[in-house]
């Protein structure tokens, strides 16, 4: 047996930097549909939601099965991507800069918020009147020195993982990637080159929600979402890439596993409440501290 | 191959361009000349669809080109090399230059495409791995060129390559445009550097304020009053 | 000529609206009078929003943090400082300068890091400042009350029809403020980095002293607003002081309405508070406000990005 010191830093150390890795993922999505489309989606933390939620409604009421019920939803989560990409971020892509601005902020900020409202309605009355979206997850936990490690945890933190290790290699590897980064290094460059504006940003968006809704329902493993998750979490995929840069993986997963971190101590040691005080200060500060550090989140 | 018609381009009030006409025949080379400001990149940028036109038509080999986008056109045979060069800063040489082939479809074509335009650029070879960003102002001005070849285009244009480079720089570009010439590419040019594009087109248009003043074969121009006095300080 | 006559109109249609308000309390039922204060305020609130969102072309999401905080500072001052309450109508009136001044430098700081930020990322984190204002204040209980809110003591409320007044006063205020501004230098200034910002930076404006004094201004008629509302609810809680729907409806309005004129988010905001008003009374729907009210940001966004007014108006020249 460790000492129960050792114990609970180490503890806080993994929850810290699983959070952190799922964070991450879900931001560095954000962060590459802005960086090609230079569409900033307000609705991003909705995604997360959505996942959730329809995880939980597909594994704990109607109990589908493992496969059937991933399978199924990943059609959902394209499926999405696939109608949010055409009906809400083709139509704006071709007005002039201020318009799509304004446009997008309307537009997704509109969706979040009536997805938070439809999604809580409905649910109250339909499934749950308290609704709240969890999928306990029972995986072992782990003796390792004699430390016990969360299984679930480490689960999340490899799937994270595995997840940024799959964008690396679709940023360095596949021409769509390749694509991507043209795009968010110089966007008329990149239409110079003949890149399809329009087949990019919908196969950003398919990738996007998909780990976005994923992430979600790994996040619902360890606590509980609410209808209104959503906004706040976009905030946290915000203030990662304000960290980390736009477009940026290496930066996304450093600014996750950041706020992750932060997010873990100060619940620990000032109680959940303090947690988005927490992340808000940081991105305050970030933005007043080093302006100059943060490439590309001067244009918009 | 090229059939610009009654072209107008208007930038909200602004109109920058006026009724140009102009063409580009196979395996000509044609220069575009005139002062800043006088729409020539705005030609450019509308042949490759980057820009509306409000009136006019383009035709490339035969077919109306307007009503589609860049990524169509660039699918078609046309290739830019833009003003400023627009590379990707961060993205290694060779990276780049595969991306110029995005519209080309078998991967299986890439290396000989590559190998072509390192035997026209030996020192891209030598960079391979080199962020774009880092390269001097004219490695980038060839690994923009070269990222164009790798389109295999049937009409090369060129916005201002000589923009910002050495004289002897210029030089070594303009032989390796020569080459391209020699070797029966269609080619555009749009210049300032109006005694070298004169002396290497077929034939050139003056560009003034949005209008076609003057058309020619290159030496004719070359030798005109008119252009002397006004573009060549003589 | 006509312009003049079209002035003069504009100006009789002014008047006789402005006639007819203050007459309203004589006429109408209490519930009439009551719906029309509630409406006043979110007016005000838009047409400060659109000093922003109109002349500057900043969205700002957070417009509702202007309001929340000065109801806040105001009712602590009122109920932490106790001579305050013995001062009678001054004590509050003084509370409220505090309140107001208080918020004007909150804007003046969050200028600092808010304007490091353009486009998107700026509106978001308008709307990172409103969620901070909320945890804040949830979590500071001692001070704020928390979750249960803070009261005043009822001798201290504000009356309908003084309310309702001094409500009417302020729009009109916020109103002309715009007017005005739109004339002013800072005000074409501000349309000077709409347009673009390296020509105004090139011109010889100083950017960050223009937006923060925008934003400033801005925050003055919300904070009084902020204030009026709470003085008359007698109550205050995060819900009703920072909810979605005071940095929502803003927006919405001056959007639907036309931002960047100077009626256009007054009209919005009767559309609006219309709408509101038949939701909760008469239309019973199965279907949450909220989502309606994000369902017309989406289509605002999509299908009519200049507003209501600017798309007459256009039309018609
Ligand atoms: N995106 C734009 N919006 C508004 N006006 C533009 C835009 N692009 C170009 N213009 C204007 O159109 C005119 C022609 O510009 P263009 O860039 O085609 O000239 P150019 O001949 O390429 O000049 P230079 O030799 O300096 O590159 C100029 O007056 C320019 O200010
Ligand atoms: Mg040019």
């Given at each position: 047996m460790a000492p129960p010191a050792v114990q609970t830093v180490v503890e806080l150390l993994l929850g810290g930097v699983s959070l952190g890795g799922l964070y991450g993922m879900m931001a560095f999505a954000f962060s590459l549909a802005l960086a090609t489309t230079r569409i900033l989606n307000v609705a991003h933390g909705g995604f997360l939601v959505l996942g959730a939620a329809l995880a939980m409604l597909f594994f704990r009421f109607l109990h589908l099965h493992f496969l059937l019920g991933t399978l199924l939803l990943l059609a959902?989560?394209?499926?999405?991507?696939?109608?949010?990409?055409?009906?809400?971020?083709?139509?704006?892509?071709?007005?002039?800069?201020?318009?799509?601005?304004v446009g997008s902020i309307l537009v997704t900020f509109g969706f979040a918020l009536a997805l938070e409202a439809f999604l809580g309605f409905y649910w109250a009355d339909l499934v749950d009147p308290q609704p709240s979206f969890t999928i306990p997850f029972p995986a072992p936990t782990l003796q390792v020195f004699g430390l016990t490690l969360s299984g679930t945890r480490l689960t999340i933190l490899a799937i994270a993982m595995l997840t940024a290790g799959l964008f690396h290699l679709l940023l360095t590897r596949t021409k769509m990637g390749k694509a991507a980064r043209a795009m968010s290094e110089d966007h008329e460059g990149a239409l110079i080159i003949g890149i399809n504006p329009r087949r990019l940003s919908i196969r950003i968006y398919l990738v996007g929600v998909v780990v976005t809704a994923f992430s979600g329902i790994l996040y619902s493993t360890t606590a509980p979402l609410e209808p209104y998750s959503g906004l706040p979490l976009t905030m946290i995929a915000l203030t990662i890439i304000v960290i980390g840069g736009v477009g940026s993986l290496p930066g996304a997963l450093l600014g996750g596993v950041l706020v992750g971190t932060a997010e873990v101590l100060t619940t620990f040691l000032a109680g959940g409440a303090w947690a988005p005080v927490v992340y808000l200060l940081v991105f305050f500060l970030v933005l007043v501290v080093r302006p100059e550090g943060l490439f590309g989140v001067r244009e918009a | 191959m090229l059939d610009v018609r009654g072209v107008s381009v208007r930038y909200g009030d602004l109109q920058a361009l006026w009724d140009v006409t102009f063409a580009v025949r196979a395996g000509e080379l044609v220069a575009i000349i005139g002062p800043n400001g006088a729409g020539k990149t705005t030609i450019l940028k509308t042949i490759l669809g980057l820009v509306r036109p409000a009136a006019g038509s383009i035709d490339f080999r035969g077919a109306p080109l307007t009503r589609y986008p860049p990524y169509d056109r660039v699918a078609r045979g046309i290739a830019l090399v833009p003003e400023g060069r627009r590379i990707f800063p961060n993205m290694s040489v060779r990276d780049t230059l595969e991306l110029g082939a995005y519209t080309a479809g078998r991967r299986a074509d890439l290396r000989p495409r590559v190998e072509r335009v390192y035997d026209l650029f030996p020192v891209l070879a030598s960079r391979q791995r080199q962020a774009a960003g880092t390269l001097s102002g004219g490695e980038q001005q060839m690994l923009a060129i070269g990222r164009a070849l790798m389109a295999d285009p049937a009409l090369l244009m060129l916005d201002e390559p000589s923009l910002g480079l050495a004289p002897v720089v210029i030089d070594h570009l303009y032989d390796r445009l020569g080459e391209l010439k020699g070797r029966g590419l269609t080619i555009l040019l749009v210049e300032q550097y109006v005694a070298g594009a004169l002396e290497l087109a077929d034939r050139a248009y003056v560009l003034e304020t949005g209008r076609i003043v003057r058309e020619g074969a290159g030496h004719e121009l070359l030798a005109d009053d008119y252009i002397q006095k006004t573009y060549l300080a003589l | 000529m006509r312009?003049?006559?079209?002035?003069?109109?504009?100006?009789?249609?002014?008047?006789?609206?402005?006639?007819?308000?203050?007459?309203?309390?004589?006429?109408?039922?209490?519930?009439?009078?009551?719906?029309?204060?509630?409406?006043?305020?979110?007016?005000?609130?838009?047409v400060s929003y659109d000093i922003l969102g109109g002349f500057l072309g900043y969205l700002n999401l957070g417009q509702g943090a202007f309001f929340g905080l000065a109801g806040y500072v105001l009712f602590i001052l009122i109920v932490k400082v106790a001579f305050l309450q013995h001062l009678g109508p001054a004590g509050p009136a003084l509370a409220v300068l505090a309140a107001v001044a208080f918020t004007a430098l909150f804007a003046r700081l969050a200028a600092y890091p808010l304007f490091q930020l353009r486009g998107a990322y700026f509106a978001m984190a308008t709307f990172g400042l409103m969620l901070l204002l909320g945890h804040l204040i949830t979590n500071l209980g001692g001070l704020t009350g928390g979750a249960y809110g803070l009261y005043i003591p009822t001798e201290l409320y504000l009356p309908l029809r003084p309310a309702y007044t001094l409500a009417l006063l302020l729009t009109g205020l916020s109103v002309a403020l715009n007017a005005l501004l739109a004339r002013s230098r800072l005000g074409m200034g501000l349309q000077a980095i709409r347009q673009s910002e390296l020509a105004a930076a090139a011109i010889g404006i100083d950017l960050f002293r223009y937006k923060s004094r925008a934003l400033v201004l801005s925050s003055l008629p919300s904070a009084l607003a902020g204030c009026l509302f709470a003085l008359y609810s007698g109550y205050i809680d995060v819900q009703n002081m920072l909810g979605a729907e005071k940095t929502l409806f803003p927006v919405i309005m001056a959007m639907l309405g036309g931002s960047g004129t100077v009626f256009g988010p007054v009209l919005g905001g009767v559309i609006v508070r219309a709408i509101d008003v038949s939701l909760k009374n008469y239309l019973v729907l199965p279907v949450p406000a909220l989502g309606i009210y994000g369902l017309i940001l989406m289509c605002i966004g999509l299908f009519m990005p200049q507003g209501i007014l600017p798309f007459f108006l256009r039309r018609r020249l």
């Open positions: 959902i989560f394209l499926l999405v991507g696939l109608l949010f990409e055409g009906a809400f971020v083709r139509p704006l892509m071709g007005r002039p800069p201020h318009a799509v601005l | - | 312009r003049w006559a079209a002035g003069g109109l504009q100006g009789l249609a002014v008047a006789a609206g402005a006639g007819l308000l203050l007459a309203l309390p004589q006429v109408a039922t209490r519930d009439i009078v009551t719906a029309v204060f509630f409406a006043l305020i979110f007016i005000t609130l838009a």
